[in-house]
Each structure stands twice: as structure tokens, then as C-alpha cells.
């Protein structure tokens, strides 16, 4: 069944999913730098935000996969789980380090310091460090599954960060804006093409995520395969003494 | 601060992503080649021993990954 669906989707995925992410990426560069005018505050700089918080979005979107699939690796067992989960993990990294990356970039002309440790800030250190963890186990335990038990509890725990991340402005009085639920008249986005230029940039993360975690999901499941095929070979070794 | 440092920081922005990105392809592609090289190896050694070792569930050296 798994086999069948896997069979059916892959050519899609193949062949569609890499064409659409780079149609959607250019055309979200096209509004980010053509489309959307400069926020009257911040200017040109105001730009990151597009981006930045897409990756938040995708990163967020990677781990809570991961952790969905990891819950279900420790109840069922079943190694597609822990591939599913082990990639979700390597791509919401890629994306969490993005956040980290673009966020000082942003922060040092508009708030005048590179880095703070603001609540959000500091709760998204606090995630990328338990999913960088995550992967470390992953590296260190290789085949082990003691250790890929430990590392899918990991994954389940670390997302309850994650609604942390959300409320932590509200709740903690932080510095960083909350751009998109920041009541009329103080402040978000102020001009409809603002947010038209989200809503793009959006769905080219979206498609650059489940593109590249195909991608590294593929790529498990190769190494997996090749894995099988040495132990295999390795038996038939033996028997023929 | 004047309007062209601002562009600066615009600019190292969205050169972070797409660095970090290229760097994340390009170890993906790092890792499928390797695997690819492995699973040659392993179907010429399976070749070598002639008939009836069973490699169907073996992927081919065109799978993705």
C-alpha cells in the first residue's frame, strides 16, 4: 500500500515539486524587491520580514512533522516513521538557522544591537539547540535503537517550545514585534501588497519545504535500502563459508 | 542610519538564506553520490557471485535521492 502511494507520488514529486518551488521563489523575490513598497519606518530593510518569517513558519512546520512522526515511530515502531521524522528534523534546521541568521541582520539597524535575549530569541536558541541535539544523537547512535528512541522523546518534547515561541511576546512583554496580530493602527502591515507579498513568499516555502524534505526523506530511505543490501551480502558470505 | 546601509543588511539577509540553502544542496548532493558509488559496489559484488543471490529488493543506482 505504502509501496503503491510511494510509487505513484514519486515521479510527481520528482518532476512538479522542484519546478514549482523555483517559480514560486522567483516570483516571491519579484515582489519582496519589485512588487511591495518600503514600510515608512524601517525602509528597505523591512524586506527581511518576508522571508523571516516564512522560515520561522517552515521551521515550525518541520519540527511539529517530526514530532508527529516520531510519536508515532514510538508507538508503532515503524522505521518510515523515524526517516519521516530524522528529515523533518534536518530541513526545519536549515529553516531555524535562517530565522537565527536574518533576525540580527534585521534587529542591528532597527533595534541598534545585533542580538538581545529578548523571550522569543531566546526560546528559538532554546529550539534550534534541542533539535541540533536531536540530530547529534541521530549521528552519534547511527543504527541504534535505543538511541532512536531517545532522539523521537527528543522530538515530541522539544515542539512544546514551539506555542512557547508563539505567545512569548504577548506573555513575557518581549521586544520583537508581532507584526501580524498587532491591532489596527499600531503598526503591521500597513498596505495590502505587503501582505499579498507574504502570502507568495509563502507558498514558495511551503513548496521549498516539502521539496527538499522529499529530497532528504529519499535520501534515507536510500541509504536504508544500501544498508539492507550489505547485511544481505554480507550473510550470503557466510553461509557459503 | 542612511538609507545605503540599510540596503547592506537587506542584502546580507537574503545572501545568509540562499548561502545556507546552496550549502544544504550541495552536502544533499554530497550524500547521494556517496550512497550511489556504495550501491555500485555492492551490485558488482553481487554480480560477481553469479546467480542466485536474490537483489530484488536492491534499488537500482537511478533512485533518487
Do not use: K
Request: charged share 20%; net charge positive; aromatic share 12%.
Amino acid at each position: 500500500m505504502a509501496l503503491a502511494i510511494r510509487s505513484r507520488l514519486a515521479p510527481l514529486a520528482d518532476r512538479i515539486l522542484p519546478a514549482a518551488a523555483t517559480t514560486a521563489m522567483l516570483t516571491a523575490l519579484w515582489c519582496v524587491f519589485l512588487y511591495v513598497p518600503n514600510e515608512r519606518m524601517q525602509g528597505a530593510v523591512q524586506r527581511i520580514f518576508y522571508f523571516h518569517v516564512n522560515a520561522a513558519w517552515s521551521a515550525f512546520l518541520g519540527f511539529g512533522i517530526a514530532a508527529a512522526a516520531s510519536a508515532l515511530f514510538l508507538w508503532r515502531g515503524r522505521i518510515e516513521h523515524d526517516r519521516l521524522a530524522q528529515a523533518a528534523v534536518e530541513v526545519g534546521m536549515l529553516f531555524c538557522t535562517m530565522v537565527l541568521a536574518t533576525g540580527p541582520i534585521w534587529a542591528r539597524p532597527i533595534w541598534g544591537t545585533w542580538w538581545t535575549w529578548d523571550p522569543r530569541l531566546t526560546m528559538t536558541v532554546i529550539l534550534w539547540t534541542i533539535y541540533a541535539v536531536y540530530l547529534v544523537l541521530r549521528m552519534v547512535g547511527r543504527d541504534d535503537p535505543e538511541i532512536a528512541r531517545y532522539a523521537a522523546v527528543l522530538a515530541v518534547v522539544g515542539i512544546l517550545d514551539v506555542p512557547l515561541i508563539m505567545v512569548s511576546v504577548r506573555l513575557w512583554r518581549g521586544m520583537h514585534p508581532s507584526v501580524l496580530t498587532a491591532p489596527e493602527g499600531t503598526g503591521g502591515l500597513q498596505d495590502p501588497r505587503m501582505m499579498r507579498t507574504l502570502l507568495v513568499a509563502f507558498v514558495a516555502f511551503a513548496l521549498l519545504f516539502l521539496w527538499l524534505l522529499w529530497l532528504r526523506y529519499e535520501g534515507l530511505r536510500l541509504r536504508d535500502d544500501v544498508r539492507e543490501l550489505e547485511l544481505r551480502i554480507g550473510a550470503r558470505h557466510e553461509a557459503r563459508g | 542610519m542612511t538609507p545605503p546601509d540599510r540596503f547592506w543588511f537587506l542584502f546580507s539577509a537574503y545572501a545568509a538564506i540562499w548561502l545556507l540553502l546552496a550549502l544544504f544542496l550541495v552536502r544533499l548532493g554530497r550524500r547521494h553520490r556517496a550512497l550511489e558509488r556504495e550501491l555500485r559496489e555492492l551490485e558488482s559484488r553481487v554480480a560477481d557471485r553469479g546467480p542466485g543471490f536474490d537483489s530484488t529488493a536492491a534499488p537500482s543506482v537511478g533512485t533518487r535521492a
